[in-house]
């Protein structure tokens, strides 16, 4: 991951309060299934990885999240899709420094 990105996605994590309320707040909910995509992520569990960000996806459609469904799908081998992601990221982050 870029380190401007790496950054960027630790703050958000970090930001956020603990998932106590996860259930009943969409943002919340997004970002605990975000948590617990780059666990699984990291722990190189990429298609567990890719079924959190693509359900985080769904609730709160950032465009970080593409950035890292792409890494992920690309961890599967699957480039085709990766790419599709990583147009996604950079279509909803267009200023972007990791371009």
């Known amino acids: ?11 958000l994590i970090l930001a956020a309060p ?27 569990h ?10 985080a996806y769904a609730i709160e459609p950032a465009a970080v999240l593409q950035y890292n469904l792409a890494r992920a799908l690309e961890g599967l081998g699957d480039l085709e899709g990766a790419l599709v992601a990583y147009e996604a990221f950079l279509e909803g982050e267009p200023e972007t420094d990791d371009r």
């Open 1 to 11: 991951m870029a380190p401007r990105l790496t950054i960027a996605c630790l703050a």
């Open 18 to 44: 603990p998932s106590a309320g996860a259930q009943d707040d969409p943002h919340e909910a997004a970002m605990e299934l975000f948590r617990q995509g780059a666990l699984e992520y990291r722990g190189g």
């Open 46 to 55: 990429f298609e567990a990885s890719v079924e959190l960000l693509r359900r």
